[in-house]
């Protein structure tokens, strides 16, 4: 769009006008009624977007492999070997031995929830608060665990118990 010239509208119109070198049109009236006051749209509700299934990953997680579930939970159907990690946005089941690194709730949801059949891992964490292997109680050692964040503290217990 290009400006051919400003409205009549005082002294500060007229100086604008004399510094850009444009004409002023005088034939050009404000109305005497008040103008509308003119108001943005609300923005449209964004769909909900829909869930997604959680990942499955039915091959082994050898060392140094990463797998990672965005905006999803993760379910792997097979051993997680140590070097491993495994990670998910939401929560992390493991229907093996889990011998590497699990992160759920990587994105700060505090919801979620670390699931495993043989507990043997090497580092846990949820929502960004971890564990080493050396800190997880050791009666866990090989069981059956679910990890979950209460507070800022991240608890450990046999599942299938309160």
Aim: proline share 9%; charged share 15%.
């Amino acid at each position: 769009m290009l400006c051919v010239g400003l409205a009549q509208g005082g002294a500060s119109v007229d100086s604008l006008a004399a510094d850009l070198d444009m004409p002023v049109f005088a034939h050009i009236r404000a109305t005497s009624r008040p103008a509308p006051i003119v108001q943005a749209a609300a923005a449209p509700a964004a769909p909900e977007p829909a869930a997604l299934p959680a990942l499955m990953q039915h091959q082994p997680v050898r060392s140094g492999q990463r797998v990672y579930a965005r905006n999803r939970d993760l379910i792997v159907t097979t051993p997680v070997a140590a070097g491993a990690e495994v990670m998910a946005d939401g929560c992390v089941h493991i229907y093996g031995p889990l011998r590497g690194r699990v992160m759920a709730g990587v994105h700060g949801d505090t919801d979620a929830r670390v699931f495993c059949q043989a507990f043997h891992a090497e580092l846990v964490s949820i929502a960004g608060v971890f564990r080493v292997f050396e800190t997880i109680p050791p009666e866990l050692v090989g069981m059956p665990v679910q990890a979950w964040l209460a507070g800022d503290d991240l608890r450990f217990a046999r599942i299938g118990e309160p």
